[in-house]
């Protein structure tokens, strides 16, 4: 389990929003009967298979494949012999609402391939797990409030090696959490005279360096790409490589039995601190602010606009930290799958209580501001079920663009569409 959470974690941190599916020799197809992938409660599910090479479907292919429920185990494993290289997969039903998932594995000189297909029934009523806590607000507000009371003591830095004829870029960091402990991030403003609107993009899971968004800002948009970890975003890779090995290693697994001292407090109100920033900015408009992410980065766009009154929309790709206490019920909770190995009764509790503070679902209750969304089923990163946990509570106006097929990785569609409505959102061309 260890190694496959920290596969999970390499897989967040290489890229959140513009990874893609790599081609390989042996194509391994599995795709639902339904072309939308979606069936009512009590439907079967046929999947189909195929193997293909140079597209050509693979005779006397022989296959294994399982059957799931989303993050589930198995409940069927066989062999099967494709006699022309494609066949079908009877899948049965599902009794409730959820998701149930074909993974098929090939072998071809040696190497073994796989592909995986994932139906949905009824996704749009999954409801979550996690608990609402009675002073879920007061807590924020507190928080908050005790954060504000911090100068941000902006520092910023020119970088000119990353400035363009339409742009400014900066490296800044502000004051967050406690005193002298600083957040980072990449500012972009563009050049020109006048007041613009502002892009806040928030990060994927893992410790990284950050170039910052030139290209929104040159058309229009102020942009600022933050950091989580108080470090530098401009430092060499070495240095990134060193703390995702040491200090900051496996960070998303800190403190989950105390609400005051868990990682993500800091993280959270850092993101609220840096709308603070762009609000302090001379050429920001005032008023028009939407903010951007995909993974970890999904869940804190929906984090910061559930908790800052003053975001104006969100664009967020496969939340993870969603329903995490999903497995406690006999199915998936979201990244990273804290609740996916056994916990002693004597601690179990007490971390329950603490990610009901922390848990997607509960700030997606707050938003009232329009959102874009999308996302995958085929996503064993952050799993269908727990984003569906998150975005069947949110009653602001949403748009879902769901591309089924996609894991924890989207198409160039996806993030044109999205910035496209993003940009219609600040009243942008």
Known sequence: MKKILLLCFLLIGTSIAFAQPKVQLIQVSVSPDNPDWLYKVGDKVKFNVGVYKNNVPLPDAEIKYELSYDMMRPFETKTLTLKDGTG?????TMKTSGFLRCIVKASYDGKEYTGLATAGFEPEKIEPTVSYPNDFLDFWNK???ENAKI???????LLPERCTEKVNVYEVSIQNYK???????????PKAPGKYP??????????????????????GVITFEIGIHGIPVT??????????NGALREYFYSDWDNADKIYYKRVYLGCVRAVDYIFSLDKFDGENIIVEGGSQGGALSIITAGLDSRIKGLICYYPALSDMTGYLH??????PHLFNTNIPKSVL??????????????????????????FGYNDMVCPPTSVYSAINVITAPKELFVVPQTEHWTFPEQWNKANAWGMKLLKKQ
């Open 88 to 92: 079908k997969i009877n899948a049965g």
């Open 143 to 145: 928080a908050k409030a």
């Open 151 to 157: 100068p941000m003591d902006p520092k910023m830095t």
């Open 179 to 189: 005193w002298g402990s600083r957040l980072y991030g990449i500012l972009a403003v």
């Open 198 to 219: 502002a892009l806040l993009r928030v990060p994927g899971a893992g410790v990284r360096s950050y170039n910052g968004d030139v290209y929104n800002a040159a058309n």
């Open 235 to 244: 430092m060499k890779e070495q240095v990134y490589e060193d703390l995702r």
């Open 330 to 335: 006999g199915r998936a909770g979201g990244w």
């Open 349 to 374: 509790d007490q971390k329950v209580k603490v990610a009901s503070y922390y848990d997607v679902v509960n700030f997606a209750r707050q938003i009232k501001v329009p959102g874009f969304y999308s």
